[in-house]
């Protein structure tokens, strides 16, 4: 079982930065892929980012350019860092965490609310 607790959430004026940070119950990072996904209020949940087992790193292309994932395996933790933010990237974000076989875990939730 893997546990992932997400935190770094909060208001912010646009073009404003946050930092999100998900950290795992273990050294997970060499078997599973990290991602985040987002929920915006009334829409469905949506895939934002994704870095493989190997470092690969894919984004969806509204934030490309903006968001950067990244992880410390000293840490265990994975990392969004997000620039330039937007009132449309208000949404709540969860890490996930999926293996080859198929097992999927997701964080929480942290709340990112981007107004003046």
């Known amino acids: 079982q893997v546990q992932l607790v997400d935190s770094g959430g909060g208001l912010v004026q646009p073009g404003g930065s946050l930092r999100l940070s998900c950290a795992a119950s273990g050294n997970i990072f060499s078997t599973y892929a990290m991602a985040w996904y987002r929920q915006a209020p009334g829409k469905q949940r949506e895939w934002v980012t994704t870095?493989?087992?190997?470092?690969?790193?894919t984004y969806t292309d509204s934030v490309k350019g903006r968001f950067t994932i990244s992880r410390d395996n000293a840490k265990n933790t994975v990392y969004l860092q997000m620039n330039n933010l937007k009132p449309e990237d208000t949404a709540i974000y969860y890490c996930?965490?999926?293996?080859?076989?198929?097992?999927?875990?997701w964080g929480q939730g942290t709340q990112v609310t981007v107004s003046s």
């Open positions: 996930n965490a999926r293996n080859l076989f198929g097992a999927i875990f």
């Open positions: 870095l493989t087992t190997g470092g690969t790193t």
